[in-house]
């Protein structure tokens, strides 16, 4: 049922105008002066307003600017008296889309009404047309278009406008973040906080406090009370990303708040509710830790209700073109070049590589490849990849530091100098599987502490 809004100061005009529209089955609401009017349209956003030209306080002139002002797609019909003409004709060049003269006729009226209500209803479906494919043009700028791609958009927009939990799988550097955001903004919630949480970079003791928040005094240090960010994220959605690093006792506080939708800060007596929507990523294989029971099973249940895989850039070549120029595009607006692209040999380069860290390696390659380039387009030589080192000399370097490692001659602090990042990602990796991906004895066995060894598996890529 289509809202309209009635001003005019005169009552028994107010009462026409709401029985006519009444009769045709239109909501309508009536207010005397143009301050109610303005307080009515900032509450609600009505269909159509009919606006008296003649008004105490403001008179319509105003008022019709105010409106526009609020919201300029808003559809005004003018109200005058035969003598104010020409103010009405008027007001059609400051917004108004049409007048009508008292006395007027009833049918001319609901005529004049549903021309308006047209117009106003196509231009709110060319405004979300315009705002869905600007989106869609945006995300094809930063993810690609390919067909794996396109699979992936209409997962998303299948999901979005529910409130089922997700959880995105993929490699380091696949875009996990940028379809949980996605999710978010095509969801009820977009105009809620979308808070993203990394759980590898929040240390094991302060995983209760951070998620959960506290009250002040409740341990040393806490000098004030802080929110936690299940309360931040309170009416939207919290993503937390690389959820497998979540120790099993937070996976329990988490499931709780989940499942009550409430929850208690460190430190105090009082029940706060929150309703949040949950999106995870992880690069590892939840269902494969609910087996080894590193992974609570009844939380991998109540998050898996939906769940999106992203593919590897290497198996999808065909989006690096796109991808590659819009953050040449992204590269020259923050270092202020005017590169033109890449020469052939240059995009062959880029297409024959494997991209072991993905859309993010692609990136930061790209960002490098512009800060070195002084000619007009992006030589080959330009194109620095991490692993652009002799295999053979990576292999000998990593079983000889393997070796000093597992032998405990050496520690990883103290031999880093001597290796490359392939060389070092491989080390960490092979710790990491020898020890069933237990970080804390990983970190013990390289000789770093664990917010050290969180660092390192953020920065290399370490899936």
Known sequence: MEYILV?????????????????????VECVGNGLDALKKVKNRIPDLVLLDIRLPGKNGMEVLKLLKEINEDIIV??????????SAVKTIKDGAYDYITKPFDNEELIHTVKRALKTYKLNKEVKILREKLHEQSELHKVMGNSPEIKKIIKQVELVAPTNISVIIQGKSGTGKEVIANMIHRKSKRADNPFIAVDCGAIPETLVESELLGYEKGAFTGADTHKKGEFELADSGTLFLDEISNLPLAAQAKLL?????RKLRRIGGNKTIDVDIRIIVATNLNLLDMVREGSFREDLFHRLSEFKITLPLLQERKNDLPILAAEFLREANEELNKDIKGFTTEALRRLLEYDWPG?????KHTIRRAVLLCETELILPEFLKFETNTNPADNLNNFEESMQKINAGDSTLSEIISELNNDTEKKIITQVLEDVKYNKSKAAKILGIDRNTLYAKIKNLDID
């Open 358 to 362: 993905n859309i993010r390696e692609l």
């Open 77 to 86: 019909i003018m109200i005058t008296a035969y003598g104010d003409v020409k």
């Open 256 to 260: 709780r708040v989940i499942q009550e």
């Open 7 to 27: 001003v005019d100061d005169n009552e028994n005009m107010q009462f026409i105008l709401s029985n006519i529209l009444q009769e045709k089955g239109y909501e």
